[in-house]
């Protein structure tokens, strides 16, 4: 079977003075190639420890993973990840950054060029080539990291709040952007967000998880995702539709949270 397939997951943290936290707990999922899919919960839901098991950074306690019925054991080039701070190389230019994964995989330094120009056209940097990282702005840094991560080729991009620390107005043209190249490559796209209205906007489907032990609360299937390819981000927050959901997922959430701290006071 094609597509990320998560077979009842469960991850347990050893505590150093003893004692053990159950961050994940029998997650079943179905991941179809090239589907959108976002995550949202509260904090400690297990949301990027989820995200880290398919990077293959963690190994789950419990549970498989495949990918394209293959086995994941741990990092792989078919999973690229974009962290929320970019993880670019100062020391490099943009077009270094972006062909560092391809060189190290000795790919011909002809073939790394014309890959770079497609990818800097792609994420509207093609003048910035040349500048150095340090030189740009967190919109543009995360451009390049985007960049860096297809030039790998992967068949999964996993994206840990790429968003977060960006202004709004930066931060809604990067929305853009991902769906135009979820729809421009066909990748599969799994996005963490703290943000109700970028879950909203960037997933065909939304995962809501809850914590203490992360698990999956409630699936949405959207329509937001692709009436924004292409189009202005608020004009889609202006469907019918869009701030009653907005408003639904809001209460879910803040009802965990309330639950969490009652968990706490009565501890």
Not at 56 to 80: Q, V
Not at 114 to 121: A, C, G, S
Not at 174 to 198: A, C, N, P, R
Request: glycine content about 10%.
């Amino acid at each position: 079977m094609s597509g990320l397939i998560i077979d009842d997951v469960s991850m347990t943290f050893e505590l150093p003075g003893g004692g053990k936290v159950e961050a994940l707990k029998n997650i079943k999922l179905n991941i179809k190639e090239g589907e959108l899919m976002s995550v949202l919960g509260p904090s400690g839901c297990g949301k990027s420890t989820l995200l880290n098991i398919l990077a293959g950074f963690l190994a789950p306690t419990e549970g498989k993973m495949s990918l394209s019925a293959e086995k994941i054991t741990g990092p792989s080039p078919k999973r690229g990840m974009v962290f929320q701070h970019g993880a670019l190389f100062e020391w490099m230019n943009v077009t270094k950054n972006i062909g560092f994964g391809p060189k190290m995989k000795g790919v011909p330094q002809a073939q790394i060029t014309q890959k770079v120009e497609e990818l800097l056209e792609i994420v509207g940097l093609q003048d910035f080539g040349e500048k150095m990282i340090y030189e740009m702005s967190g919109g543009m840094q995360q451009r390049v990291a985007l960049a860096r991560c297809l030039a790998n080729e992967p068949d999964v991009i996993l994206m840990d709040e790429p968003l977060g620390a960006l202004d709004a107005l930066t931060r809604e043209k990067m929305q853009s952007l991902v769906l135009d190249i979820w729809k421009k490559t066909g990748k599969t796209i799994i996005l963490i967000t703290h943000s109700v209205e970028e879950a909203l906007l960037l997933g065909e489907r939304l995962l809501v998880m809850a914590p203490r032990p992360g698990r999956v609360h409630k699936e949405y299937k959207l329509p937001f995702a692709e009436l924004g390819v292409g189009a202005d981000l608020r004009e889609v927050k202006r469907h019918e539709d869009f701030g009653p959901k907005r408003d639904e997922i809001l209460s879910m959430i803040w009802d965990m949270e309330e639950e969490i701290m009652g968990r706490t006071e009565s501890a």
